[in-house]
């Protein structure tokens, strides 16, 4: 019903900065239905971990690991969400995903490589 498309990922310097966004397609009916849109990220032998959130009434989340450096946000008549990482880190290093939450159903775009290295 939704599929969901990231971009922007790359090769970083530490305290540099990388702006990733997702796109989402499908049927206007489902797309209107997602409730909630966001980013995971996870590291080869490590659980994928929550990164940030966002409603569809405006309500953010956020790892306590990149508050204050990290801001997402989307744009519901692009049906984007985005996510602006700044002052980044070696341990930001990793795959990032797109995460969509409609109704009972999950969608996960197919991730994107972030590396934070000098």
């Known amino acids: 019903q939704v599929q969901l498309v990231e971009s922007g990922g790359g090769l970083v310097q530490p305290g540099g900065s990388l702006r990733l966004s997702c796109a989402a397609s499908?049927?206007?009916?489902?797309?209107?239905?997602?409730?909630?849109l966001g980013w995971y990220r996870q590291v080869q032998g490590k659980q994928r971990e929550l990164v940030a959130t966002?409603?569809?009434?405006?309500?953010?989340n956020y790892a306590d690991s990149v508050k204050g450096r990290f801001t997402i946000s989307r744009d519901n008549a692009k049906n984007t969400v985005s996510l602006q990482m700044s002052s980044l880190k070696p341990e930001d290093t990793a795959v990032y995903y797109c995460?969509?939450?409609?109704?009972?159903?999950?969608?996960w775009g197919q991730g994107t490589q972030v590396t934070v290295s000098s």
């Open positions: 995460f969509a939450l409609q109704a009972l159903r999950q969608y």
């Open positions: 499908g049927s206007i009916f489902s797309i209107s239905a997602i409730s909630h």
């Open positions: 966002i409603a569809s009434g405006g309500s953010i």
